[in-house]
């Protein structure tokens, strides 16, 4: 049973454009919510976290959302950059769980210049 | 400052080799320590976690295993590898706050 899902496998965007990255989850014990960004042969780097408490977070060009009634969250980046080309995953912790994550299947995201 | 290293990048191990990749923990005490595998084109897939010396809880039963001699060592084992276990290999830190430190990875490659 996933429990968090990116729907979208693969994202194209044009260089200069907004990005918008999906994620949903399943667990309403949750609480606590991560971005990761991954380039190929590296591991995932922090990218931006959200709490059950807010709505919304923002940090430079990226904007999470967090929908707790759809169970939704969304990753927004304004503006695209072909360095963000990369895979992007979410994770979710929070009840039974603990501290312990648990991510989604992630999204590629490429930028065109 | 807390570092996670992880080796090798990567490795080219034949079918029926034995497996030993290591990851260690500095700047930090008694971090739980993780074990993810990302198949080519997948996700992040949780092997092995441990809250602790010698404590280790697998998440999927496979031909991996996992050990956890000192606090901050955590090392990823087979004693007879098979193709379906290539992978990259993903090290992971934690310490009471939310979120994870990962490592480098190691890309896994079994012909």
């Known amino acids: 049973d996933q429990q968090v899902k990116q729907n979208s496998p693969s994202l194209s965007v044009q260089e200069g454009r907004i990005s918008i990255l999906n994620c949903d989850y399943t667990?309403?014990?949750?609480?606590?919510f991560l971005w990761y960004k991954k380039y190929p042969a590296e591991g995932p780097t922090f990218l931006i976290s959200?709490?059950?408490?807010?709505d919304k977070n923002e940090d430079g060009r990226f904007t999470v959302f967090l929908n707790k009634s759809a169970k939704h969250l969304s990753l927004h980046i304004v503006p695209s950059q072909p360095g963000d080309s990369a895979v992007y995953f979410c994770?979710?912790?929070?009840?039974?769980?603990?501290?312990?994550?648990?991510f989604g299947g992630g999204t590629r995201l490429m930028v065109k210049p | 400052s807390q570092t996670i290293h992880q080796w090798p990048a990567t490795l080219v191990q034949p079918v029926g080799s034995p497996l030993s990749l290591e990851c260690t923990v500095e700047?930090?005490?008694?971090?739980?320590l993780y074990w993810y595998r990302q198949a080519a084109g997948r996700g992040l897939q949780l092997l092995f976690y441990?809250?602790?010396?010698?404590?280790i809880s697998s998440e999927v039963p496979q031909n991996l295993s996992a050990s956890r001699p000192q606090d901050r060592q955590f090392i990823l084992s087979s004693k007879k590898l098979l193709l379906s276990d290539s992978g990259f290999y993903l090290c992971?830190?934690?310490?009471?706050?939310?979120?994870?430190?990962f490592g480098s990875g190691t890309r896994l490659t079994v012909v």
């Open positions: 992971a830190w934690s310490v009471m706050q939310y979120g994870y430190t």
């Open positions: 667990n309403s014990m949750f609480d606590y």
């Open positions: 959200i709490s059950s408490i807010k």
């Open positions: 994770a979710a912790s929070g009840g039974n769980a603990g501290n312990m994550l648990t």
């Open positions: 700047g930090t005490s008694n971090p739980n």
């Open positions: 441990s809250v602790g010396i010698g404590q």
